[in-house]
C-alpha cells in the first residue's frame, strides 16, 4: 500500500492504524487506553512498517510496551468528517481489534473499564437507570423535533437499537446505539470540538475512538458467539464460573448458570486439569482448560455460546 497520495482536489490522504487491545480482569471487560484513557493506541502507517499488521503491532508496543497476541482487522473509517476542520489531509483509519491480558505497561497507557465509556451498555445486573431517566426521553424528544417526513424513521431506529416500545434488547447493536447518540447530539463528541449542553454520562474519546471502540465492542460480543476468541482472554486454567463470568462482562448480560454449564460440557470446549481453586470463597471449584486442539475443528464448525438472560 502506497503512503499518502494527492488527490485532484490537492487534498492529502494519510493512514491512520488504531488498535481496540480487550482484556478481561475481575469480572470486568478493560480496553487498553492512553492519553489518560482519552484515545485508544494508534499511529500513522509508515514505510517503516511491512505490513498493515506490523504497523499496529509496533505503535501498541511503543505507546504502551505491550506485545500483542490474536490481532484481526477490525474496520476502516474514511468518512470525510474524520477529518479536522480546516485541514488539508484527509485520514483514513484501518483499525484492530486484539485480546490480550491485563499486565502493566508504559506510564501513559493503562486499563479502563470499557463501560466507563458506554455506561448503557452493561445490563448485567438489569436495564440501567440511565436507559429510562435520560435516554429515552432524550431520543424521544429528538424524533418529534425532527421534520415530519424522518419522524417515523428516527423512531424506529430507536426502537431497535434501544429495545423501547417492548422489543428485546440486542447487545450487537454498540454501535448503532452510539451513532444514534451522536446524530441526537447527546455525546460530546457530536460538538466536534465544541461543548455539548448536558451531554449522557460516558468518558469521550478524542477523534473519533470512541466510535471505533464501539466497533470492537460489537464485533466481540458477536465473535464470542460462534468462535471460542473468549479462551484467549482467559488465564490456563480457570473455574467455570471464571469463564461464565468472562463472557458475561463481555455481553453485558447475565447468563443462566446451568445452562451456560450444559452446553459447555456438550461442545467439549473444556477439559478438567484434576486440580481445585480455593480462591472461591466456598467449596473448591474444579479447575479447567481450554482444549486447544480443538482450535481448528471450532473455528471452522462454530461454537455457540449461550448468550440470553436468566430468569
Not at 509496533?58 to 470525510?80: C, I, M, N
Request: hydrophobic content about 40%; cysteine-free.
Amino acid at each position: 500500500m502506497a503512503e499518502p497520495a494527492h488527490e485532484a482536489a490537492g487534498e492529502t490522504l494519510a493512514i491512520d492504524l488504531t488498535a481496540v487491545i480487550v482484556a478481561v480482569t475481575a469480572d470486568e471487560p478493560r480496553v487498553l487506553a492512553i492519553d489518560g484513557g482519552r484515545a485508544l493506541p494508534s499511529g500513522p502507517f509508515q514505510s517503516r512498517h511491512r505490513t498493515l499488521h506490523m504497523g499496529v503491532r509496533s505503535w501498541v508496543e511503543e505507546q504502551t510496551q505491550h506485545k500483542l497476541g490474536y490481532v484481526e482487522q477490525l474496520y476502516t473509517f474514511a468518512d470525510r468528517d474524520r477529518t479536522r476542520d480546516g485541514a488539508s489531509e484527509r485520514v483514513i483509519s484501518i483499525s484492530y481489534l486484539g485480546l490480550a491480558r491485563e499486565r502493566g505497561g508504559a506510564s501513559d497507557a493503562g486499563w479502563y473499564n470499557w463501560y466507563r465509556y458506554f455506561p448503557w451498555e452493561d445490563w448485567r445486573p438489569g436495564p440501567p437507570k440511565l436507559m429510562a431517566s435520560a435516554i429515552a426521553p432524550r431520543l424521544k424528544h429528538w424524533a418529534l423535533e425532527a421534520p415530519r417526513d424522518l419522524r417515523r424513521e428516527r423512531r424506529e431506529r430507536i426502537e431497535v437499537a434501544f429495545a423501547t416500545a417492548g422489543r428485546g434488547w440486542n447487545e450487537e447493536f454498540v454501535l448503532q446505539r452510539y451513532e444514534l447518540l451522536w446524530e441526537a447530539g447527546l455525546v460530546p463528541e457530536a460538538g466536534r470540538g465544541r461543548p455539548v449542553a448536558d451531554p449522557l454520562p460516558g468518558t469521550p474519546m478524542n477523534h473519533d475512538h470512541r466510535r471505533i471502540l464501539a466497533t470492537g465492542i460489537a464485533r466481540l460480543r458477536a465473535k464470542i458467539k460462534y468462535r471460542p476468541v473468549v479462551f484467549e482472554l482467559m488465564p490456563e486454567s480457570f473455574t467455570l464460573l471464571q469463564l461464565q463470568r468472562a463472557v458475561e462482562a463481555l455481553a453485558g448480560q447475565s447468563l443462566h448458570k446451568q445452562n451456560f454449564r450444559r452446553l459447555i460440557e456438550q461442545q467439549g470446549l473444556v477439559e478438567d486439569t484434576g486440580e481445585v481453586s480455593t480462591e472461591t470463597g466456598g467449596r473448591p471449584a474444579k479447575l479447567f482448560r481450554f482444549r486447544r486442539e480443538l482450535l481448528a475443528e471450532r473455528t471452522a464448525a462454530g461454537t455457540k455460546l449461550p448468550l440470553y438472560r436468566s430468569g
